[in-house]
Protein backbone atom coordinates (compact mmCIF):
# COMPACT_ATOMS: atom_id res chain seq x y z
CA UNK A 1 0.00 0.00 0.00
CA UNK A 2 1.55 3.35 -0.86
CA UNK A 3 2.51 5.73 2.09
CA UNK A 4 0.88 9.18 2.17
CA UNK A 5 1.32 12.26 4.19
CA UNK A 6 -0.25 15.37 4.18
CA UNK A 7 1.33 19.02 5.02
CA UNK A 8 -0.80 21.27 6.21
CA UNK A 9 -4.07 20.52 7.71
CA UNK A 10 -6.66 23.57 6.88
CA UNK A 11 -9.53 23.45 4.74
CA UNK A 12 -8.26 21.48 1.93
CA UNK A 13 -6.01 19.03 4.11
CA UNK A 14 -8.80 18.31 6.39
CA UNK A 15 -11.43 18.13 2.91
CA UNK A 16 -8.64 15.73 1.57
CA UNK A 17 -7.93 13.17 4.82
CA UNK A 18 -11.80 12.94 4.84
CA UNK A 19 -12.18 11.65 1.38
CA UNK A 20 -9.44 9.70 1.45
CA UNK A 21 -10.62 8.13 4.87
CA UNK A 22 -13.99 7.19 3.17
CA UNK A 23 -12.53 5.19 0.55
CA UNK A 24 -9.88 3.45 2.81
CA UNK A 25 -6.62 4.76 1.92
CA UNK A 26 -4.58 5.57 5.01
CA UNK A 27 -2.90 8.43 5.72
CA UNK A 28 0.39 7.88 7.53
CA UNK A 29 1.70 10.89 8.18
CA UNK A 30 1.12 14.65 8.82
CA UNK A 31 4.00 17.65 9.01
CA UNK A 32 2.53 20.65 10.99
CA UNK A 33 4.14 24.02 11.87
CA UNK A 34 5.74 23.78 15.73
CA UNK A 35 3.01 24.60 18.39
CA UNK A 36 -0.02 22.96 16.29
CA UNK A 37 0.62 19.30 17.00
CA UNK A 38 -1.94 19.00 19.70
CA UNK A 39 -4.62 20.69 17.37
CA UNK A 40 -2.97 18.18 14.57
CA UNK A 41 -4.05 15.02 16.81
CA UNK A 42 -7.71 16.49 17.29
CA UNK A 43 -8.53 17.05 13.91
CA UNK A 44 -6.54 13.66 12.37
CA UNK A 45 -6.81 11.27 14.95
CA UNK A 46 -4.33 10.08 17.37
CA UNK A 47 -3.41 7.11 15.19
CA UNK A 48 -0.99 9.20 12.42
CA UNK A 49 2.22 10.43 12.56
CA UNK A 50 3.00 14.13 12.92
CA UNK A 51 5.95 15.58 13.00
CA UNK A 52 7.05 19.15 12.10
CA UNK A 53 9.62 18.08 8.91
CA UNK A 54 10.15 15.34 6.66
CA UNK A 55 13.49 14.24 7.63
CA UNK A 56 11.52 13.60 11.12
CA UNK A 57 9.29 10.64 9.82
CA UNK A 58 9.56 7.76 11.61
CA UNK A 59 9.19 6.09 8.34
CA UNK A 60 9.62 7.96 4.85
CA UNK A 61 6.27 8.36 2.34
CA UNK A 62 5.97 7.43 -1.43
CA UNK A 63 4.26 10.35 -1.86
CA UNK A 64 3.69 14.08 -0.22
CA UNK A 65 0.47 15.92 -0.54
CA UNK A 66 1.33 19.87 0.55
CA UNK A 67 -2.49 21.39 1.62
CA UNK A 68 -0.65 24.40 2.92
CA UNK A 69 0.43 26.85 0.66
CA UNK A 70 3.32 28.43 -0.89
CA UNK A 71 5.79 28.52 2.21
CA UNK A 72 5.51 24.64 2.43
CA UNK A 73 6.55 24.07 -1.05
CA UNK A 74 9.26 26.10 -1.02
CA UNK A 75 10.01 24.18 2.36
CA UNK A 76 9.71 20.86 1.76
CA UNK A 77 9.28 20.25 -1.99
CA UNK A 78 12.84 20.22 -3.04
CA UNK A 79 13.63 18.60 0.09
CA UNK A 80 11.62 15.49 -0.65
CA UNK A 81 11.40 14.95 -4.74
CA UNK A 82 15.61 14.28 -3.68
CA UNK A 83 14.81 11.18 -1.66
CA UNK A 84 12.91 10.00 -3.78
CA UNK A 85 9.45 10.92 -3.01
CA UNK A 86 6.52 12.10 -4.94
CA UNK A 87 5.92 15.68 -4.15
CA UNK A 88 1.79 16.40 -5.01
CA UNK A 89 0.99 20.44 -4.81
CA UNK A 90 -1.75 23.11 -5.33
CA UNK A 91 0.85 25.99 -4.87
CA UNK A 92 1.86 26.20 -8.32
CA UNK A 93 2.21 29.94 -7.63
CA UNK A 94 5.37 29.45 -6.01
CA UNK A 95 6.76 28.33 -9.26
CA UNK A 96 6.72 31.86 -10.93
CA UNK A 97 9.75 32.51 -8.61
CA UNK A 98 12.83 30.72 -11.27
CA UNK A 99 15.63 29.60 -8.72
CA UNK A 100 12.59 27.53 -7.27
CA UNK A 101 11.20 25.77 -10.31
CA UNK A 102 14.80 25.30 -10.69
CA UNK A 103 15.71 23.64 -7.97
CA UNK A 104 12.34 21.46 -8.16
CA UNK A 105 12.91 19.94 -11.47
CA UNK A 106 17.52 19.37 -10.25
CA UNK A 107 15.69 17.53 -7.41
CA UNK A 108 13.24 15.08 -9.09
CA UNK A 109 15.60 14.45 -11.69
CA UNK A 110 18.12 13.30 -8.69
CA UNK A 111 15.86 11.24 -6.97
CA UNK A 112 14.35 9.94 -9.38
CA UNK A 113 10.84 11.23 -8.12
CA UNK A 114 7.51 12.79 -9.53
CA UNK A 115 6.48 16.93 -8.83
CA UNK A 116 2.81 16.88 -9.67
CA UNK A 117 0.69 20.06 -10.30
CA UNK A 118 -2.75 18.63 -9.22
CA UNK A 119 -5.43 20.21 -12.33
CA UNK A 120 -6.98 22.34 -9.47
CA UNK A 121 -9.76 24.47 -10.53
CA UNK A 122 -9.02 23.87 -14.21
CA UNK A 123 -10.12 21.66 -16.55
CA UNK A 124 -8.93 22.71 -19.92
CA UNK A 125 -5.19 21.84 -19.53
CA UNK A 126 -5.40 19.24 -21.97
CA UNK A 127 -6.65 22.00 -24.86
CA UNK A 128 -4.28 24.25 -23.64
CA UNK A 129 -1.17 21.25 -23.68
CA UNK A 130 -2.27 20.32 -27.08
CA UNK A 131 -3.01 23.96 -28.66
CA UNK A 132 0.82 24.34 -27.94
CA UNK A 133 2.09 22.18 -30.78
CA UNK A 134 -0.11 24.30 -33.45
CA UNK A 135 1.29 27.86 -31.36
CA UNK A 136 -0.40 29.89 -29.27
CA UNK A 137 -0.24 33.76 -30.10
CA UNK A 138 -2.84 34.49 -26.39
CA UNK A 139 -3.51 33.05 -23.17
CA UNK A 140 -5.61 34.75 -20.92
CA UNK A 141 -6.84 34.17 -17.74
CA UNK A 142 -10.19 35.48 -15.85
CA UNK A 143 -10.56 34.99 -12.41
CA UNK A 144 -13.75 36.24 -10.69
CA UNK A 145 -14.93 35.78 -6.80
CA UNK A 146 -17.49 37.61 -4.38
CA UNK A 147 -16.01 40.61 -2.66
CA UNK A 148 -15.99 38.81 0.22
CA UNK A 149 -13.30 36.01 -1.23
CA UNK A 150 -11.16 38.78 -1.89
CA UNK A 151 -10.64 39.78 1.66
CA UNK A 152 -7.43 39.42 3.31
CA UNK A 153 -5.65 40.30 -0.04
CA UNK A 154 -4.07 42.64 -1.65
CA UNK A 155 -7.97 43.56 -3.16
CA UNK A 156 -8.47 45.55 -0.18
CA UNK A 157 -5.60 48.00 -1.09
CA UNK A 158 -7.07 48.62 -5.02
CA UNK A 159 -10.65 48.97 -4.41
CA UNK A 160 -13.08 48.70 -1.05
CA UNK A 161 -14.30 45.22 -0.98
CA UNK A 162 -17.33 46.23 1.60
CA UNK A 163 -18.69 48.32 -1.31
CA UNK A 164 -17.85 47.82 -4.80
CA UNK A 165 -18.72 51.38 -6.97
CA UNK A 166 -19.94 49.10 -9.63
CA UNK A 167 -21.66 45.06 -9.39
CA UNK A 168 -17.83 44.59 -10.34
CA UNK A 169 -14.46 45.79 -10.17
CA UNK A 170 -10.78 44.73 -11.34
CA UNK A 171 -8.41 45.28 -8.83
CA UNK A 172 -5.23 43.35 -10.95
CA UNK A 173 -4.53 43.44 -14.23
CA UNK A 174 -0.83 42.17 -15.45
CA UNK A 175 0.57 38.80 -16.52
CA UNK A 176 0.63 35.47 -14.20
CA UNK A 177 3.87 36.30 -12.68
CA UNK A 178 2.92 39.18 -11.31
CA UNK A 179 -0.21 37.96 -9.86
CA UNK A 180 1.69 35.01 -8.71
CA UNK A 181 3.20 36.82 -6.42
CA UNK A 182 1.27 39.73 -5.36
CA UNK A 183 -1.68 36.92 -4.86
CA UNK A 184 -0.28 34.13 -3.46
CA UNK A 185 -3.73 32.16 -1.81
CA UNK A 186 -5.79 33.71 -4.89
CA UNK A 187 -4.24 33.10 -8.15
CA UNK A 188 -2.48 29.57 -7.97
CA UNK A 189 -4.84 29.06 -11.37
CA UNK A 190 -3.39 31.48 -13.25
CA UNK A 191 0.39 30.09 -12.37
CA UNK A 192 -0.82 26.25 -13.54
CA UNK A 193 -1.73 27.82 -16.72
CA UNK A 194 0.97 29.54 -17.09
CA UNK A 195 3.01 26.20 -16.43
CA UNK A 196 1.33 24.34 -18.62
CA UNK A 197 1.14 26.93 -21.75
CA UNK A 198 3.00 30.04 -22.62
CA UNK A 199 4.52 30.85 -19.81
CA UNK A 200 4.37 33.48 -16.85
CA UNK A 201 5.56 36.55 -18.55
CA UNK A 202 2.71 35.67 -21.61
CA UNK A 203 -0.23 34.67 -19.66
CA UNK A 204 -2.62 37.67 -19.30
CA UNK A 205 -4.65 37.54 -15.92
CA UNK A 206 -7.45 39.84 -14.83
CA UNK A 207 -8.71 39.62 -11.38
CA UNK A 208 -12.52 40.40 -10.70
CA UNK A 209 -14.36 41.35 -7.49
CA UNK A 210 -18.04 40.37 -8.54
CA UNK A 211 -20.81 40.69 -6.55
CA UNK A 212 -23.34 39.55 -8.86
CA UNK A 213 -21.82 35.92 -8.26
CA UNK A 214 -21.75 33.50 -5.49
CA UNK A 215 -18.88 31.02 -7.02
CA UNK A 216 -15.79 31.32 -7.99
CA UNK A 217 -15.76 31.67 -11.95
CA UNK A 218 -12.48 31.21 -14.04
CA UNK A 219 -12.35 32.14 -17.63
CA UNK A 220 -9.45 31.08 -19.82
CA UNK A 221 -9.13 32.19 -23.57
CA UNK A 222 -6.35 30.71 -25.71
CA UNK A 223 -5.78 32.15 -29.27
CA UNK A 224 -3.74 30.41 -31.96
CA UNK A 225 -3.51 29.60 -35.21
CA UNK A 226 -5.91 27.00 -34.91
CA UNK A 227 -8.47 29.10 -33.92
CA UNK A 228 -9.79 30.27 -30.58
CA UNK A 229 -11.01 28.37 -27.30
CA UNK A 230 -13.11 30.07 -24.67
CA UNK A 231 -13.61 28.28 -21.35
CA UNK A 232 -15.67 28.81 -18.25
CA UNK A 233 -15.72 27.24 -14.72
CA UNK A 234 -17.79 27.70 -11.65
CA UNK A 235 -16.22 26.15 -8.83
CA UNK A 236 -17.93 26.37 -5.27
CA UNK A 237 -15.32 27.16 -2.61
CA UNK A 238 -15.37 24.56 0.68
CA UNK A 239 -17.39 26.36 3.25
CA UNK A 240 -14.69 27.56 5.47
CA UNK A 241 -12.40 28.49 2.90
CA UNK A 242 -13.97 31.15 0.50
CA UNK A 243 -10.79 32.79 -1.11
CA UNK A 244 -10.07 29.90 -3.11
CA UNK A 245 -11.92 27.33 -5.51
CA UNK A 246 -10.99 24.37 -3.09
CA UNK A 247 -13.66 21.90 -3.49
CA UNK A 248 -12.65 21.57 -7.25
CA UNK A 249 -8.91 21.87 -6.36
CA UNK A 250 -9.22 19.76 -3.18
CA UNK A 251 -10.79 16.68 -5.33
CA UNK A 252 -8.08 17.29 -7.66
CA UNK A 253 -5.43 16.29 -4.79
CA UNK A 254 -8.00 13.51 -4.19
CA UNK A 255 -8.17 12.64 -7.59
CA UNK A 256 -4.35 12.40 -8.61
CA UNK A 257 -3.74 10.57 -4.85
CA UNK A 258 -5.86 8.06 -5.69
CA UNK A 259 -4.46 7.48 -9.32
CA UNK A 260 -0.81 7.04 -7.18
CA UNK A 261 0.96 9.70 -9.18
CA UNK A 262 -0.44 8.89 -12.55
CA UNK A 263 -2.72 11.82 -12.55
CA UNK A 264 -2.10 15.70 -12.59
CA UNK A 265 0.62 17.46 -14.39
CA UNK A 266 4.32 16.81 -13.83
CA UNK A 267 7.31 19.25 -14.86
CA UNK A 268 9.83 16.13 -14.95
CA UNK A 269 11.23 15.98 -18.52
CA UNK A 270 9.34 19.01 -20.10
CA UNK A 271 12.07 21.87 -18.42
CA UNK A 272 12.43 23.51 -21.74
CA UNK A 273 8.06 23.96 -22.02
CA UNK A 274 7.46 25.14 -18.57
CA UNK A 275 8.64 28.86 -19.03
CA UNK A 276 10.37 30.44 -15.90
Known amino acids: MIKIS ?8 KFVFKKLSEKNIKIQSLICKPGREEIAKKAFGSGIEIKNDIDELD ?9 AGHDALKMFAAKALI ?16 PILKDIQRSQKLGKSKFIIAKGAVGSLDI ?6 S ?13 KAWKGSRAEKIINLNYLQKKSEVHFEGNARE ?3 LYPKNANVAATIALMGIGFEKTKVKLIADDTINENVHELVISGEFGESQFKILGK ?26 LGRSISGISSSVSP
Request: aromatic share 4%.
Open 6 to 13: IIGFGSIG
Open 59 to 67: DLPDLILDC
Open 83 to 98: KGINFITLSSGALSDE
Open 128 to 133: LEAAKE
Open 135 to 147: GISKVEYIGRKPS
Open 179 to 181: ASK
Open 237 to 262: PLPDNPKSSSLLSSLSSFSSIKSKCS
